[in-house]
Nanobody
Framework: QVQLVESGGELVQTGGSLRLSCVAS????????MAWFRQAPGKEREFVAV????????NYTDSVKGRFTISRDIAKNTMYLQMNSLKPEDTAVYYC???????????????????WGQGTQVTVSS
């Protein structure tokens, strides 16, 4: 079993930056596909970014390309999401997720992930 805990969400102004963290614990001797999703009020949860088991491959949804960067520190069992040039439409609860049977950066649907964190709120004021 793997447990995920996100942190780093807060209120920030338009154009600002935040770095979210997701710490994995439990079955951390092996490394898997990890991703960030977000859910805004009244909307479905959507894919944001995904990273392969070794951090060498990443993919992003179009709306965050060039502004967000996903990364991971294997030694610290931690995944990050650096968010720059934030916009009000980035306001959402951000979740990290992992699939403990997969290793590449090619999973974009929430149903493809089997372990989730509790979420961290990001609010971007206009």
């Amino acid at each position: 079993q793997v447990q995920l805990v996100e942190s780093g969400g807060e209120l920030v102004q338009t154009g600002g930056s935040l770095r979210l963290s997701c710490v994995a614990s439990g079955r951390t001797g092996q490394y898997y596909t990890m991703a960030w999703f977000r859910q805004a009020p009244g909307k479905e949860r959507e894919f944001v970014a995904v990273i392969s088991w070794n951090g060498r491959s990443t993919n992003y949804t179009d709306s965050v390309k060039g502004r967000f960067t996903i990364s991971r520190d294997i030694a610290k069992n931690t995944m990050y999401l650096q968010m720059n040039s934030l916009k009000p439409e980035d306001t959402a609860v951000y979740y990290c997720a992992t699939n403990i049977s997969h290793f590449e950066s090619d999973l974009y649907r929430d149903w493809q992930y089997d372990t989730w964190g509790q979420g961290t709120q990001v609010t971007v004021s206009s």
